[in-house]
């Protein structure tokens, strides 16, 4: 059989997915699957029997759109069983085959692809973690992780800005292991690229420091087979080919236009490709034998290489024993820890300390029950505090090191750090101000859709910031946050909340985790406990059997909540304080536990945080009272912003009151 026919098997299945769908993108699909074909059929080391081997080469979609080609490829090597009748389930309801490529829902996708230039940062993640976990564990004739990433790209991923962010970092650490695959078809939605993207993009990533590579018909799979063994020599450096496509080939109509992009061929254009093709069925989605009898047969190839891989680990294993079970132990998702009965982990300092600081020590304290986290922040590891201490720094060459240099990178940290969760085998932490989470939020919602426990450390969380003033004070954030499905969002008011944080992110299995800190000191708090883990408990108790008023606050103002009920109390006022460092958490309690700590008898109550009053309403109500933060701040000292926004001792006791007295 010739190979030119696996190929247009490819095709054909993606059109009729996408014309039965009446949605999706053909362009694509059309064009690039030679460039598809020749990698998984000739260059990828992967077993379809087994899609989780350790070593396996990793692909990567970063054009998500092109979906339909991704899973016609899993369909014909034959993961998962994904069916035909898969296929005709395209971008329908609770199918196996959505719009966009989905980590967790389809065997064989190894990340959540659409926002483009999302997978060239997740790509290069894996690659450093390739590395990193090479230089680990990687002995003399037993190279037990050594594996390539590949992704492929298309114009659009090149113009996002996360491209140049990400592809910077990789030809900085030396990744040569990693493969990127350029699509280029020269079609965008609206036209012709040369309407907004006309820069030498083969001279831009040798400016990175790229090997390059240039394939000039897409269609030629021996030249493209030629430019991905030249690519996969050893190297310090990654390589980039860029490979010249026709979107829409074989349907005249729509080859080389921008209406091939995202709208299906129509019934007559899908006849005219099967004719294009000489393809020797008329029925959708029929597939003759002897292309399901090939396919086989290549994949495989894959279960030869992980049989070899797998003798190779057995010798390790007597060589080398304990390696062996770390480096099993770093790829066991599931494996406990016995943090939450480590006495010295939650022994109390009892300072005043900023929350930025203790959240440092206890990342350091982490740091050596955890030998497989590393990460860093984008460029403000010093003021974040999130520089492990002799850990070493991952470079090009001391790969090995734990603490990362992102750079000033935020959105390329964060999808950067989501690939490295994705390959296994390592945890991961980000760090930047609080108020930069803004460039961080579009990866951020991609772990929280993952379903992989990123962490974000975000320090600098209010007015508190002070004199660098409105532009570095985050108002809206905490909003923003915690209106993310499957996200914790941690603001902790002292040390033992900030434990609990850390504690909830490094042992979450599925949800990522947002720990919100403060830049000045806190007050030592006496009622915060454990009870932190529950996202949200009575911080002061009422003195009479009844609370008149419930007080929420989290973080710089639950100090400020006691101090206040305090006062309240002399009034004849009697408050209880409810600190709510994590509200998903709290609401993933009992019923019961949340009417312990919020009685619904209590109606009157009040919330103070200084950040936006828009998520506590849920608590509040609409009748509630706000000491929030519904404006924009200002460049002062932070004592005098804290006075000039209402947050001090006796401005909450007198609006308190006055709410009282009108309700």
């Known amino acids: 059989m010739k190979e030119q026919t696996a190929i247009n098997a490819i095709r054909i299945l993606s059109a009729d997915a996408i014309q039965k769908a009446k949605s999706g993108h053909p362009g694509l699909p059309l064009g690039a699957a030679p460039i598809a074909y020749e990698l998984w059929a000739h260059h990828m080391s992967h077993n379809p029997k087994n899609p989780k081997w350790m070593n396996r080469d990793r692909f990567i979609l970063s054009a998500g759109h092109g979906s339909a080609m991704l899973y016609s490829l899993l369909h014909l090597f034959g993961y998962g069983e994904l069916s035909v009748e898969d296929l005709k389930q395209f971008r329908q309801l609770d199918s196996l085959t959505p719009g966009h490529p989905e980590y967790r829902h389809t065997v064989g996708v190894e990340a959540t692809t659409g926002p483009l230039g999302a997978g060239l940062g997740m790509a290069v993640g894996m690659a450093m973690a390739e590395k990193h976990l090479a230089a680990k564990f990687n002995k003399e004739n037993y190279p037990v992780i050594d594996h390539y990433t590949y992704v492929l ?312 910031v002070g004199e660098d003033g409105p532009t570095h004070e985050p108002i809206e954030q905490l909003a923003m946050l915690r209106s993310m499905p499957n996200m914790y969002v941690f603001r902790p008011a002292d040390e033992i909340e900030t434990k609990a944080a850390w504690y909830t992110a490094v042992t979450s299995k599925r949800t990522p985790t947002c720990l919100v800190v403060s830049r000045q000191n806190l007050p030592v708090l006496a009622g915060t406990s454990k009870d932190a883990l529950f996202g949200g408990y009575v911080l002061r108790k009422e003195k009479k059997s009844e609370a008149d008023l419930l007080m929420f606050a989290t973080g710089s103002e639950a100090g400020l909540a006691v101090e206040a009920a305090e006062k309240l109390e002399e009034q004849g006022i009697s408050a209880r304080v409810v600190s709510m460092p994590c509200m998903e958490l709290f609401e993933e309690q009992t019923k019961e536990y949340k009417e312990s700590v919020i009685p619904a008898n209590v109606k009157k109550r009040v919330a103070i945080e200084a950040g936006c009053s828009m998520p506590w309403y849920k608590y ?35 609006t308190i009151e006055n709410y009282m007295r009108n309700k």
């Open 153 to 464: 790209c298309g114009d659009g991923c090149l113009m996002e800005g996360i491209s140049s962010e990400v592809m910077s970092l990789a030809g900085t650490l030396g990744l040569g292991k990693l493969i990127v695959l350029y699509d280029s078809n020269s079609i965008t939605i609206e036209g012709g690229t040369d309407l907004a993207f006309t820069e030498d993009v083969t001279k831009r990533f040798e400016a990175f420091g790229f090997r390059t590579y240039t394939v000039q018909d897409g269609n030629d799979i021996e030249a493209v087979g030629r430019a991905i063994e030249k690519a996969k020599e050893e190297s310090d450096k990654p390589a980039f080919i860029k490979i010249t496509t026709k979107i829409g080939y074989g349907v005249p109509a729509k080859e080389g236009k921008a209406c091939a992009h995202g709208e299906p061929l129509g019934e007559e254009n899908v006849k005219i490709l099967r004719k294009t093709l000489n393809w020797p069925c008329e029925e959708p989605f029929k597939i003759p034998d002897e292309v399901y009898d090939f396919y086989k047969e290549l994949a495989s190839q894959g279960e030869e290489k992980e049989t070899v891989w797998n003798a190779m680990m057995e010798e390790y294993a007597r060589e080398y024993p304990d390696l062996k079970a770390e480096l099993e132990r770093w790829f066991d998702e599931d494996r406990e820890d016995n943090l939450i009965e480590d006495v010295d982990f939650w022994k109390r300092e009892g300072k005043a300390e900023a929350t930025r600081s203790i959240s440092g020590k206890a990342l350091n304290y982490i740091k050596d029950k955890m030998p497989n986290l590393v990460g860093g922040s984008a460029d403000l590891g010093p003021s974040n505090k999130t520089i492990m201490s002799e850990a070493g720094e991952f470079s090009k060459e001391t790969p090995d090191g734990r603490n990362i240099h992102f750079g000033v990178r935020e959105i390329g940290m964060t999808a950067i750090a989501n690939g490295m969760l994705l390959h296994g085998g390592l945890k991961t932490y980000t760090a930047t101000f609080f108020v930069f989470v803004d460039y961080m939020k579009p990866m951020l919602r991609l772990s929280s859709l993952m379903q992989i426990p990123q962490i974000a450390v975000l320090s600098h969380d209010s007015i508190g």
């Open 620 to 654: 509040a109500g609409i009748d509630g009272c706000f000491v929030t933060m519904d404006t924009f701040g200002a460049s002062a000292p932070a004592g005098q912003l804290f006075e000039k926004y209402g947050f001090s001792v006796d401005n909450v006791v007198t």
